[in-house]
């Protein structure tokens, strides 16, 4: 069984950064692929971003909306995964959660282990 808790989110002016935390326990993160997501109010998730297991290559993939801007990494000493937001919009407000996906990330279409959301908004 894994727990994840995501921290990091707050209140920032457009283009700032923030640097969001998914903390595991209960299990090696290292050993999954992880994916982060956000959910905007009156829109439908997204999934923003993976990195697949240290086996794997720790492989990365980004949504459009956030290739060139945020940035997927592993902190093993944390036993976290990290998901770095540079360049902030208005836009990228939501609430940003970490799931592990069933399979891998490219192929991934469901999820499981969702942590609490943390909260992101961008606003002047």
């Known amino acids: 069984q894994v727990h994840l808790v995501e921290s990091g989110g707050g209140l920032v002016q457009p283009g700032g950064s923030l640097r969001l935390s998914c903390a595991g326990s209960g299990s090696s993160l290292d050993d999954y692929a992880v994916a982060w997501f956000r959910q905007a109010p009156g829109k439908e998730r997204e999934r923003i971003s993976c990195?697949?297991?240290?086996?794997?290559?720790?492989?990365?993939y980004y949504a459009d909306s956030a290739k060139g801007r945020f940035t997927i990494s592993r902190d093993n000493a944390e036993n976290a995964v990290i998901l770095q937001l540079n360049g902030l919009k208005p836009e990228d407000t939501a609430v940003y959660s970490c799931?592990?996906?069933?399979?891998?990330?490219?192929?991934?279409?469901?999820?499981?282990?969702w942590g609490q959301g943390t909260q992101v908004t961008v606003s002047s």
């Open positions: 799931a592990l996906p069933l399979g891998p990330c490219g192929y991934a279409t469901d999820y499981e282990y």
């Open positions: 990195i697949s297991s240290s086996m794997s290559g720790s492989n990365t």
